[in-house]
């Protein structure tokens, strides 16, 4: 029976082994083929910074460039808006009680607009840099200094660059504290508003969007923050490339955000540290003895507390969690629109639809292609524009590929109902066949088509939708010749 067992587990070994070097291996090897191309080298890992290309610092630079005048452009564009409603509030206190007004705005107090000054002019909020820790950045910044503590193996427009991009992290380090120690400010200076206002002007249109405004900074700070942490190809290899050199580790070690916070500590550091300390093997002889000492009932006794130690590190464990995920994040009292927390191109969805109809008496088989780009006007509704050309096939006999007319269109959907949408458009086509672009200008051979109708959307993947609409044409029968008054198209959006 042992025998069998122990075929059994050898077998066992030899199959995990096999699909281990199956998937494992293939993509270690993909990482190591990306850090040979980059490195020149076919043999080994670099262990220098001299093969990193010009084009990372470009691209980090920009990169850098983009988050830090985000957050900038953001937090003046906040703080102006929330100095004119307050200057609203202060008027509406004046007036129902001017002691409360005094002491909300009084020269000692920190307001809205005297804080949005201060910003304009460059005026520090912050004593030192203290921004709250973010993995990505620390690597990011560790990265930049181990790099230029490196210069002596770049070229020097290498070196020029590389000092850009330092400069740049470091005013990226700057308005970050700053943003973050507004965003504190405005949570502070809306709730002493709204607890002081309301007693006297009630809950004023002026104080909700104060709320709103508040909350939607913050969130779309967030956002910035998600964009800049996406690491490009490029940066992504650099940082795999770096973490290969143990000088790059060390040098994290000792100089990371981390460190500033609990000490540096090195592989020789942490040896002196427990060498004083007793060995796990004299623990277990100890705890052993005791158990022994304890009676039949000591190790059933040990489990059952261990066990208990172990429940309660979980429930501290998920109380954690949950307060350092949840414990700054402000609930709002509305129903937000998170398409304000996100960027202009973030909120563009790019399309395509397709539609095609039978051979008539004036027509061949044809069928109509389009794209479209839709702007996410809230989470609900959105307008687009696109443009449709439509390709003749001639007929089963014989195939023909021909122009047979194009189209502009304007549209609207506004969702009901989970995927379903009520869709709302206006298109001008130019139903002629055409040989060449300057029969386009005939004015007289373009018609409009009036639709509305109900869209489907489902999710394919995470980048792509696709989408069924039926929409009625409530202007075909003005159209030379007759033309489909239902239509069915079918789309993807990504």
Not at 333 to 339: A, T, Y
Not at 353 to 377: C, E, N, R, W
Not at 429 to 438: K, Q
């Amino acid at each position: 029976m042992r025998t069998i067992i122990l075929v059994i587990s050898v077998l066992q070994f030899l199959v995990f082994k096999t699909v281990y070097c199956q998937t494992a291996y293939p993509a270690q090897s993909k990482i190591n083929n990306s850090v040979n191309k980059l490195s020149g080298k076919s043999d080994s890992l670099i262990l220098s910074v001299e093969e990193i290309p010009q084009k990372y610092f470009t691209q980090l630079g920009a990169k850098i460039y983009t988050y830090s005048k985000r957050v900038s452009a953001k937090t003046i564009k906040t703080l102006t808006r929330l100095a004119s409603w307050e200057n609203k509030i202060r008027q509406l206190l004046e007036k129902a009680s001017p002691q409360t007004a005094a002491e909300l705005f009084s020269k000692e107090q920190l307001t809205f607009n005297s804080l949005l000054q201060k910003v304009k002019s460059g005026e520090q909020l912050v004593a030192e840099k203290k921004s709250a820790y973010d993995a990505y950045t620390d690597k990011l910044t560790c990265s930049i200094k181990y790099i230029q503590t490196q210069k002596e193996k770049l070229d020097s427009a290498v070196i020029q660059k590389l000092d850009a991009v330092a400069g740049k992290m470091n005013t990226l380090d700057k308005e970050i504290a700053q943003a973050e120690a507004t965003e504190q400010f405005i949570k502070e200076r809306k709730k002493l508003l709204i607890t002081e206002s309301v007693k006297y002007i009630g809950k004023s249109k002026y104080l909700l969007r104060i709320n709103k405004e508040s909350y939607y900074y913050v969130e779309t700070l967030k956002n910035y923050k998600e964009i800049f942490s996406d690491k490009k190809k490029t940066e992504e290899t650099v940082l795999h490339v770096l973490n290969t050199i143990p000088a790059f580790k060390e040098f994290m070690q000792r100089n990371g955000q981390l460190a500033s916070l609990f000490g540096t500590s090195t592989a020789a550091d942490i040896q002196q540290a427990v060498s004083g300390l007793q060995t796990r093997t004299a623990i277990n002889t100890i705890v052993q003895g005791r158990i022994t000492s304890g009676g039949p009932n000591a190790s059933q006794v040990l489990q059952q507390s261990m066990k208990e130690a172990k429940n309660f590190l979980a429930t501290l464990k998920e109380k954690a969690l949950n307060n350092t995920s949840n414990g700054d994040k402000e609930i709002p009292d509305f129903k937000p629109n998170e398409q304000k927390t996100r960027t202009f191109r973030q909120r563009l969805e790019y399309g395509a639809t397709m539609q095609s109809q039978k051979a008539g008496k004036y027509f061949p088989v044809t069928s109509d292609i389009a794209l479209t780009i839709s702007y996410k006007i809230n989470d609900k509704s959105k307008i687009g524009i696109g443009a449709s050309y439509k390709i003749g096939w001639g007929s089963v006999e014989r195939i023909r590929i021909s122009n047979q007319g194009i189209g502009l269109r304007s549209f609207v959907d506004w969702k009901i109902k989970k995927n379903y949408f009520i869709t709302g458009g206006y298109e001008q086509n130019y139903f002629t066949s055409f040989s060449n672009s300057s029969q386009l200008k005939q004015i007289d051979n373009w018609q409009q088509s009036g639709l509305i109708g109900i869209s489907k959307h489902y999710s394919i993947n995470k980048k792509l939708k696709g989408k069924i609409q039926l929409l009625y044409d409530f202007l075909s029968r003005t159209h030379t010749p007759a033309t489909p008054s239902v239509i069915y198209r079918i789309g993807y959006n990504f």
